[in-house]
């Protein structure tokens, strides 16, 4: 479940540099709030970024294993 009060940003380089969308897009916003500072990580799971995003573990895993790729 989603924490009240919590929020992801959508960063322009996002689609424009990185061409992402969609789910893709809505993974690495989630990841990316955690990193941003060049000194941070994400170190949540794949379950946190399904919550909130709405999608399946398994797909999440999968939209990872992507955007390693």
């Known amino acids: 479940m989603v924490r009240e009060n ?3 940003n959508i960063q ?3 689609r424009n540099e990185l061409k992402l969308k969609g789910n893709e897009l ?3 916003a989630v990841i ?3 990193s941003q ?3 941070s990580k994400f170190t949540g799971s794949a379950n946190y ?3 909130w995003t709405g999608m399946s ?3 999440v895993m999968n ?3 992507k955007l390693t790729d």
Request: glycine residues 4%; aromatic residues 20%.
């Open 6 to 8: 919590t929020y992801i």
């Open 12 to 14: 322009a380089f996002m």
């Open 26 to 28: 809505l993974a690495y």
């Open 32 to 34: 990316y709030g955690f």
């Open 37 to 39: 500072d060049n000194e």
């Open 49 to 51: 970024i399904a919550d």
């Open 57 to 59: 573990r398994r797909n």
């Open 63 to 65: 939209i990872l294993k």
